[in-house]
């Protein structure tokens, strides 16, 4: 086949894609070999330790950090005196890493210290006397909204007003209010979400290292080193060549490093100090002063016909994302109706600042709470016309051709596929036992492309190297050496890739949206096909015949024909083995802004007991069904729909950010902050749906956000059902399902 | 010609229009063109945008070629996780 051909993906055969060969960072990770942030170290370095507010809201009269710089040890302390002030796009995230004017949560940094040693960088930050001015603060979305809740921002107001709406969006087509004049039934309802956290297991750490020349290196953990370059080097008014940045292995991600916490501050400091500054979180900081999501509150309405058709749909979603502008509410928006197929449809958002740490993007940002509210009226509204859900699902499922409620035209998609297979799959036709429930609800994500840079070289031993820009959160290290073993045609043995630092390769964006499977698999599909070309021109070099008439099959330089000569087919290994002779380094590169990304859809199936005595309720059964397009390596697929539905288990059932009187986070650790652990969990059943996604040769589309879309409504609608009461309120703790079963039994009394 | 949709918040930006009919052939001069009719859309613009070109998605994508007649919808930039 030409190499410039795309082949159809849906015919295609592969040899090593969609096998399940061993992942090459397992060894590392088991054995404790495995570098993570925390694991940096460097000659002579310093201890950084951060002075965070003990207020959710107050005015910094004045910081007074003498006492500490006189103390035997200190190297050096930084506030936001030291960081140059902006008014760009990135003044919040510089803000957010130091506080200016005002603390505006429980957590914020307010200054910073290097050491010698832990205990002196502990000592110092008691020394820095900061004074206050309390204000009064709002941590709940709505209160937030009010026209007398405490101010945060000056510079945010509405209809001539400080507000804390920082802005609104609104998304849909068609006439609703005719829509549902049209309904015979229509069912409305209000829901609420919590702030969780992503809960990744490594806290944010990084060493920086400045040296009195101006150039300085970082090694992190992070979801996106080139990200953490470009924004450190622009705080900090350094020249992006001139800072050095390293991903290090990552103890989990899920969208929350995705931008900077501890970065620019340790690069100060040791810029500061001429020192290397190591710096840590603790968990408690994790909790209080990274990102965890929006909380939310959100009304739905839909109208249906009798027959299962919606004619109308509507919602108003309010999302507070912590004390700066941003909260995902516009793709909350855009997701909440995406799975179907409307003439009528309106979502309407509000983006809401309160006294609380800025959210960080979270897997499939805005969404989940979106669906929660969505899928939870649809299963309600099948009740209502006493219609099985997945019939009415599939009855109003978007498709080939279907304008989304967000505007594009869909091309081909799989939603429909994962209705069917889950309306086959054994669980959901398997009896459940008292007091249990089943639900069901089905979740979108658009997924991105984006710009992504990929070098492969062929060492003269036959092995390949890839380097990749895009730090591994789910596998992708595995799933590129698949990809370019399939298209040398060489054992995924023989590939061995690694993520390279800032200045190896060009810019990549972040590792996020679902992309990299997508975006980096295109590139190395591109950088493989490079090199064949160039394998191709050396074996002509080698034969003494024309570049044109060397073909690559199975991993083989062949003569195009009996006319090109005849030749015995040369392997990579031989081709390689002979490089320096033939014009030097074998290699392949490619570099693109990777478009064609194809949206991703899903059906979990959930079983739910409930104990109505205590309120305690337990995830009996959970299946997931999703369309991966193409799964590179079925397994991490299968983990990705696995690691999904577990943290939509704890979203839904146990975690929250918990607030006191004086706004203050009440739960920081894992021990109030209560993540599902394996003895929470059933097995969770997984059937991966191939749609090919036409923008991919392979036919690749992202899974590791869709998967956390569904998982709170399925579980509220399985919840519900086997509590015989509607739950409209995440997290359904035991204290809230009591009280909603109690409630239930008072008002039937009544 | 392409036939391009904003998102509904843009409406007050072009009094009242979402769906316009705009000559351009790349998506720089899609967006120039509209920040000409439409001044009160350059501060949406200058956010950032997501482009979709007949159901395909971009991010970052100036450049990149309208072909003649399609469905160009314009909404916020997009982040994940």
Redesign the interface.
């Known amino acids: 086949m030409p190499l410039d051909e795309k082949p159809d993906a849906t015919k295609r055969a592969f040899d090593v894609v969609g096998t399940r060969p061993l992942r090459p960072d397992g060894i590392d990770k088991v054995t404790g070999r495995a570098m993570f942030g925390a694991d940096a170290f460097a000659s002579g370095m310093l201890t950084g330790r951060v002075l965070r507010s003990p207020h959710a809201h107050a005015r910094i009269r004045s910081i007074d950090t003498s006492k500490a710089e006189a103390l035997a040890g200190v190297k050096a302390i930084v506030t936001a005196a030291d960081f140059e002030d902006r008014d760009d796009?990135l003044r919040d995230v510089l803000v957010n890493c130091m506080a200016r004017d005002k603390a505006l949560y429980d957590g914020h940094a307010v200054a910073a210290v290097a050491a010698t040693t832990p205990a002196v960088a502990k000592q110092a930050l008691k020394l820095i006397e900061v004074d206050y001015e309390v204000l009064p603060h709002v941590i709940d979305v709505e209160d937030a909204m009010t026209d007398d809740a405490p101010i945060l921002h000056d510079n945010i107001a509405r209809d001539g007003k400080p507000s804390n709406i920082a802005s609104?969006?609104?998304?849909?087509h068609g006439d609703p209010d005719k829509g549902f004049a049209e309904a015979e039934v229509v069912v409305e309802r209000t829901f609420r979400t919590e702030a969780t956290h992503?809960g990744y297991i490594e806290p944010h750490a990084c060493l920086a290292s400045v040296g009195p020349d101006g150039h300085g290196e970082l090694w992190c953990c992070t979801q996106g080193n080139f990200m953490v370059r470009n924004t450190c080097a622009q705080l900090l008014g350094m020249d992006f060549s001139k800072l050095r940045v390293t991903a290090s292995e990552i103890g989990g991600?899920?969208?929350?490093k995705?931008t900077v916490f501890l970065e620019p501050v340790a690069l100060a400091l040791s810029r500061k100090a001429n020192r290397p500054v190591k710096m840590t979180m603790s968990r408690e900081e994790v909790f209080r002063a990274s990102g965890p999501t929006a909380s939310s509150a959100i009304r739905v309405k839909v109208g249906l016909a009798r027959d299962g058709r919606i004619t109308a749909a509507e919602a108003e979603l309010k999302y507070q994302g912590g004390a700066f502008p941003g909260s995902?509410v516009?793709?909350g928006a855009?997701a909440a109706f995406s799975c179907y197929d409307l003439e009528n449809v309106?979502t309407f958002g509000y983006d809401v600042v309160a006294n609380r740490p800025k959210q960080a993007?979270?897997?499939?940002?805005g969404a989940p709470m979106a669906a929660f509210a969505v899928e939870s009226v649809i299963e309600e509204l099948a009740e209502a016309i006493g219609m099985d859900p997945i019939d009415l699902r599939l009855k109003n499922a978007a498709k080939e051709g279907t304008k989304s409620s967000?505007?594009?035209?869909?091309?081909r998609i799989g939603l429909v596929e994962t209705l069917e297979a889950a309306k086959a799959h054994p669980h959901y036709s398997a009896p459940l036992g008292p007091n249990q429930g089943r639900g069901v609800a089905c979740g979108f994500?658009?997924?991105?492309?984006?710009?992504t840079c990929v070098s492969l070289n062929v060492g003269k031993d036959g092995t390949v190297g890839l380097s990749l820009g895009t730090p591994d959160i789910g596998g992708s290290r595995a799933s590129m050496c698949q990809i370019a073993a399939e298209e040398l045609g060489i054992d995924y043995d023989q590939v061995y890739a690694i993520v390279a630092d800032t200045a190896a390769l060009g810019f990549n964006d972040v590792t996020?949206?679902?992309?990299v499977t997508f975006s980096s698999g295109l590139a190395t599909i591109e950088a493989a096909r490079e090199a064949i070309k160039k394998l191709c021109q050396r074996a002509a070099i080698m034969w003494d015949i024309p570049a044109e008439a060397v073909i690559w099959e199975d991993g083989h330089a062949r003569p195009s024909g009996s006319n090109a000569g005849d030749f015995e087919p040369l392997s990579l290994k031989e081709i390689a083995a002979h490089s320096a002779e033939t014009g030097g380094p074998i290699a392949g590169h490619h570099e693109i802004?990777a478009?064609?990304?194809g949206p991703s859809f899903a059906t979990h199936i959930v079983d739910a007991e409930v104990d109505p005595e205590t309120g305690a309720c337990w995830v009996t059964r959970y299946t997931v069904v999703q369309d991966a397009g193409k799964a590179i390596h079925p397994s991490y697929v299968e983990g990705q729909f696995q690691g999904g539905a577990v943290q939509g288990i704890g979203w839904a059932l146990n975690e929250e950010y918990i607030y006191g009187d004086d706004g203050t986070l009440q739960n920081a650790g894992f021990l109030d902050y209560r993540i599902p652990v394996a003895s929470d969990l059933p097995m969770i059943d997984t059937v991966i749906v191939e749609v090919p996604n036409p923008?991919h040769p392979y036919g690749v589309r992202g899974v590791?956000?869709t998967s956390i879309v569904p998982p709170m409504a399925a579980i509220a609608n399985a919840v519900s059902a086997a509590a015989g009461v509607r739950m409209t309120s995440l997290p359904m703790s035991p204290p809230r399902l009591l009280q909603a079963i109690d409630n239930s039994r008072k008002q039937a009394a009544e | 010609m392409a036939h391009v949709?904003l998102?509904?918040?843009l409406?007050e930006a072009t009094g009242g229009q979402t769906e316009l009919e705009v000559e351009a052939r790349t998506v720089k001069q899609l967006l120039d063109r509209l920040a000409e009719d439409y001044p009160d859309l350059q501060p949406a613009i200058d956010?950032g945008l997501s482009v979709?070109i007949?159901?395909?998605?971009?991010?970052?994508?100036g450049f990149?070629k309208i072909p003649e007649g399609a469905?160009v919808?314009?909404?916020?930039r997009?982040?994940?996780?």
């Open positions: 796009d609104t969006c609104e998304f849909g992503q991600g899920f969208g929350g995705t995902p516009e793709m855009m309106k993007a979270y897997r499939a940002p967000y505007g594009p035209t869909y091309k994500w658009f997924n991105f492309g984006g710009e996020e949206g679902s992309r802004n478009a064609g990304a923008g590791g956000e | 949709k998102w509904e918040s409406r956010k979709s007949d159901g395909e998605m971009h991010r970052k994508a990149q469905e919808v314009i909404f916020p997009m982040a994940g996780g």
